[in-house]
Nanobody, 115 residues
Framework: VQLVESGGGLVQPGGSLRLSCTAS????????MGWFRQAPGKNRDFVAS????????FYADSVKGRFTISRDNAKNTLYLQMNSLKAEDTAVYYC?????????WGQGTQVTVSA
């Protein structure tokens, strides 16, 4: 499966963005999916994950209550709704498939939270 992220951009603190990750190739609905992020000079960190059917989700403590991961298997698309954004959420956001090794990655989309 190939993954392409979109929806990043510049947003003010307290604002919202929705990221999308569109899949092509193999059957998207077969894969558990996740979002990760990497800030400048830092490691790539886990943000959220969702099971193949969408019934189970998991979040990093830093985004719990502010971000929501979801998927539409009919549209082969993964989403990350980000609310109450903070400056520390600034990073390149990546979608990934096939845990636990996360062998499949998108190219990333930049999210910048700044006044």
């Amino acid at each position: 499966v190939q993954l392409v992220e979109s929806g990043g951009g510049l947003v003010q603190p307290g604002g919202s963005l929705r990221l999308s990750c569109t899949a092509s190739g193999r059957t998207f609905s077969n894969y558990d999916m996740g979002w990760f992020r990497q800030a400048p000079g830092k490691n790539r960190d886990f943000v959220a994950s969702i099971s193949s059917g969408g019934g189970s989700t998991f979040y990093a403590d830093s985004v719990k209550g502010r971000f929501t991961i979801s998927r539409d298997n009919a549209k082969n698309t993964l989403y990350l709704q980000m609310n109450s954004l903070k400056a520390e959420d600034t990073a390149v956001y990546y979608c990934a498939a096939d845990p636990p090794t996360w062998d499949i990655w998108g190219q990333g989309t930049q999210v910048t939270v700044s006044a």
